[in-house]
């Protein structure tokens, strides 16, 4: 299964991008980025395969820019 078709397959990715990219809940250091142990508290089934593809920069965090883009690439699917 691709790295897009399982996070279709996953029904709390479904997100607004502009609520995500500003989710206190998730954000839970406050920094306006995403580690990837944010991300997997908040969706269990994120990989860190999936986070790497989606941190463009490789810095080991997702900015708003990346949500954008991850959107854009459809790893990651906005609510309508």
């Known amino acids: 299964m691709s790295i897009r ?3 279709i397959a996953l029904p709390f990715v ?3 991008v502009p609520a ?3 989710d ?3 954000d839970t250091d406050g920094d306006s980025a995403y580690s990837f142990a944010e991300l997997q508290a908040a969706m269990p089934e994120m990989t860190q395969e ?3 593809a989606m941190d ?3 810095d080991g965090l997702m900015d708003a820019d990346e949500i954008v883009a991850a959107t854009e690439s459809e790893l990651l699917v906005a609510a309508e």
């Open 5 to 7: 078709n399982a996070l």
């Open 14 to 16: 479904v997100l607004a």
């Open 20 to 22: 995500f990219a500003q």
């Open 24 to 26: 206190v809940a998730i």
């Open 50 to 52: 999936l986070f790497d």
């Open 56 to 58: 463009v920069n490789a």
